[in-house]
């Protein structure tokens, strides 16, 4: 729209829209109304636009995710979670254990990690595992548990949920609702948790391209949930050195073509723990909006994950090293929020 429209104009547009049995998207710029088109258009509807009062151009969005394409939505997106947000100048770090195993060792770990800068904490409390005989979490009780552990810290708390069935389960507990690689095009639960209005974390999957990830990102913002966050967590290629290949690339390149913020997971990146530092590092130096990273009180007894996972002592020593990087970005390290 041009920028002195009046909202008469954008309601008219939107109308117009409307009749069509198209729906539409408005942002809200500085300068400009840029109301985004969703739905089959024909070739008249961009000329029939063009004539109305108010409109400045009418432009065919090539991509063909538009909810997410930073040409329907110019502005960072940011998600706010109680008191963190993700996506701003602050870098997040969440931080915990793969699995919630018990009590003590997911309390433990929280208060560690928030002690070491991290503020949000993670923790799975259903697992999905390769083989059917491994650790496939606690379910609910892993929930109550992480529910307490946020009461003891005061950090909110993100959680994978598997299925369709537990998302309203998943969704009482967790601030964030993590979709994990194995169920990104898992379409059913993407509108699902669309549906529920709470930030959600989606995962690349194990060899899904950019375009995929970006559709997948489509199902959950068609439904109305816009507080959606993408993770880089490694792709799966013909190295068997690492347990995937964290593509740094795709950090720079999704904050080109998504204004969604985006987060690195070393962790499943690499699978090895002495790996994690340096590609964090790296992932901060390339952009990405925070980081997600697997602690553990003993990694040698963990029952998920251990080889990949940092000790209390080596991430407080990864997160002294983040601040400098950061800072050479033009970035801080958020704050964890103080206790109440």
Known sequence: MKSKAEEQHVVAVVQRIREFGLKEHISYGVEHTIIGIIGQIFPELKDRLQLMPGVEEVIQVSKPYKLASREFHPLDTTVKVGNVVIGGKDIVVMAGPCAVESEEQLLTTAVAVKAAGATVLRGGAYKPSTSPYNFRGL?????????MAKKETGMPIITEVLAVQDVERVARYADILQIGARNMQNFVLLDEVGKTKKPVML????????QEWLLAAEYILSEGNEDLILCERGIRTFETATRNTLDVSAIPLIERLSHLPIIADPSHGTGQWYLVPPVAMAAVAAGAD???IEVHPNPERALKDGP?????????SLMKSLGPVASAVGRSLAKPAPQK
């Open 139 to 147: 379910g609910e009780t892993g929930l109550k548990i992480l529910a």
């Open 203 to 210: 995962k690349r999957g194990l060899s899904a391209t950019i």
């Open 290 to 292: 925070g980081l997600l």
């Open 308 to 316: 990949q996972s940092l000790t209390f002592a080596n991430f407080e």
